[in-house]
């Protein structure tokens, strides 16, 4: 008789999880919701298609692909326009095209003179203080220069974590950054040599964003159908208790179990098993987030929306984190003559702006828009998503904190955490930690 298995959570890293632990166990996947995805949800409406949260992943990892190939749905992957390779920084009144190459940089004038000849001195910034966790802030300012930190790096990290860079923690959030500078001793000889192997290698995020036909919600939907006869949805896990041996669920008994809800969830479910172990858990915050869908007549704007959206540094002072232009990155996403925007609001910076009500969101990224894009006309629909608990954030210290975490869960064999609140957010991220949390539960 093969294992008895709970997943708990039907997100992108439960049901990949169960999906590829399906041969060597027996799995029940519990789900508190209607329907499985958790934050990866496509909502379609008069011809839009709005994501709540993700947009799609990077080719430039491996694990959402080899995901989707061994799923067989290869054909339903979608690949983002060329343009959308163009990303925009507001800065100082308007949007600056990011650069993606060294003359490009030196070309922009999105840093000041000062600040480019910073940065050109990069290779000679001092190292990375020893056994200390930086803050990304930190790191940016200690490498680049404070102005490079305040207009690249501080909006990267409000654009992927929604959070604040000084105090996110580099080592976690951006662990192949701080590899760079480790293996090549700083970032531009690490781009001079990494250039060398790949001639295509730049300053840019690698790979293509892709996504699927109908929004990543199709992922969630192949995944599911194929899990169908597992997944318990409408069903809250409150408490998991061990008992002779193997642990209880619902009234049931299992031999393994995975916890792919996020860590504020998890700490509930286990304080009855281990009160350290839960108040460990609550110590990972997680940013609110409200994402506004607003859908234009193609004709109402100033300026064409030739890329991916742009980002804006915390020190503009403004309401919004960014923009994303959903329907210039993928086709399909808008109707014919109409274009879709997503505007990012709250995160660890204006935490308060995500929780106004609707009609106060929608109000206050109009004006923002006005400012940003010159966008003065009236939206022909207006759709707001909103996550209290949006995006996990792995501040400074993190890293001690997994390693608690890993020290505890040693003495329950069996038991699992797995969901983006540990080793990365992305979808890539997630769908790696599934495939190694299934191959170290069965060796798989
Ligand atoms: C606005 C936004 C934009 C993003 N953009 C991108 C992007 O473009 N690219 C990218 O790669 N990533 C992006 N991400 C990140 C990515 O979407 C998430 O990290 C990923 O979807 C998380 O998946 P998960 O399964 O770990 O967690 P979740 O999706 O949070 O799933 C957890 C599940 O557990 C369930 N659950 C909770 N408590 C219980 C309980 N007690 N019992 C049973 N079930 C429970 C929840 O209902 C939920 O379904 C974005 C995230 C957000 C919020």
New binding site residues.
């Given amino acids: 008789m093969k294992p008895k298995v709970a997943i708990?959570?039907?997100?992108?890293?439960?049901l990949t999880t169960a999906y590829y632990m399906r041969d060597a166990a027996d799995c029940v996947i519990?789900?508190?919701?209607d329907e499985?995805?958790?934050?990866?949800r496509s909502s379609r409406e008069q011809g839009y298609v709005m994501e709540w949260?993700?947009?799609?992943?990077l080719t430039n990892k491996p694990y959402t692909l080899e995901l989707v190939r061994d799923l067989g749905c290869e054909e339903r992957l979608l690949r983002s326009s060329d343009s959308a390779r163009k990303r925009y920084v507001f800065s100082a009144g308007r949007l600056h095209r990011l650069p993606e190459k060294p003359l490009e940089f030196f070309l922009s004038d999105l840093l000041s003179l000062p600040g480019r000849l910073r940065v050109l001195a990069e290779p000679f910034a001092p190292a990375a203080p020893p056994g200390r966790d930086e803050s990304v802030a930190e790191f940016a300012s200690r490498r680049l220069g404070k102005e490079a930190m305040q207009k690249l790096i501080e909006p990267m990290a409000a654009g992927v974590f929604a959070g604040n860079a000084d105090e996110l923690s580099l080592q976690s959030c951006f662990p192949r950054i701080r590899e760079l500078e480790t293996l090549y001793g700083g970032l531009v000889k690490a781009l001079f040599a990494l250039r060398k192997k790949k001639p295509e290698v730049s300053a840019a995020p690698g790979g293509a964003l892709t996504s699927f036909d109908t929004g990543v919600q199709a992922l969630i939907e192949v995944l599911a159908a194929r899990l169908s006869g597992n997944l318990r949805l409408n069903?809250?896990?409150e408490t998991i208790e061990r008992r002779e041996g193997r642990y209880a669920i619902q009234g049931e008994a299992f031999d393994s179990v995975v916890v792919?809800?996020?860590a504020h969830?998890a700490g509930r479910?286990l304080r009855g098993l281990d009160a350290g172990l839960a108040e460990d858990l609550d110590r990972i915050p997680y940013a609110p987030?409200a994402?506004v869908a607003l859908g234009f007549d193609a004709n109402a704007f100033q300026r064409p929306l030739d890329g991916f959206g742009f980002l804006v540094p915390r020190q503009e002072g403004r309401r919004i984190l960014g923009a994303l232009w959903d329907s210039s990155v993928f086709p399909g996403r808008s109707p014919q003559g109409k274009a879709l925007i997503r505007v990012?609001v709250g995160g660890a910076r204006q935490p308060e702006l995500a929780r106004l009500r609707e009609k106060e969101l929608v109000a206050l990224v109009r004006e923002e828009l006005k400012i940003t894009m010159g966008l003065s006309a009236e939206p022909e629909l207006s759709r707001v998503f909103f996550?209290e608990r949006?995006?996990p954030q792995y501040l400074v210290g993190h890293s001690r904190l997994l390693e608690r975490l890993e020290k505890r869960l040693a003495a329950y064999p069996g038991l699992r955490l797995n969901?983006?609140a540990y080793r990365g957010?992305?979808?890539?991220d997630?769908c790696r930690e599934s495939q190694l949390t299934a191959r170290r539960l069965f060796s798989i």
């Avoid at 499985?36 to 990866?40: E, K, L, R």
């Avoid at 949260?53 to 992943?57: A, I, L, R, Y």
């Avoid at 957010?425 to 890539?428: D, F, G, I, P, T």
């Fill in positions: 708990i959570g039907a997100g992108i890293s439960g519990f789900e508190s919701q499985p995805g958790g934050t990866m949260g993700p947009n799609g992943f069903t809250r896990v792919a809800a996020p969830a479910m987030i994402v990012m996550q949006g995006i969901s983006n957010v992305s979808l890539n997630c």
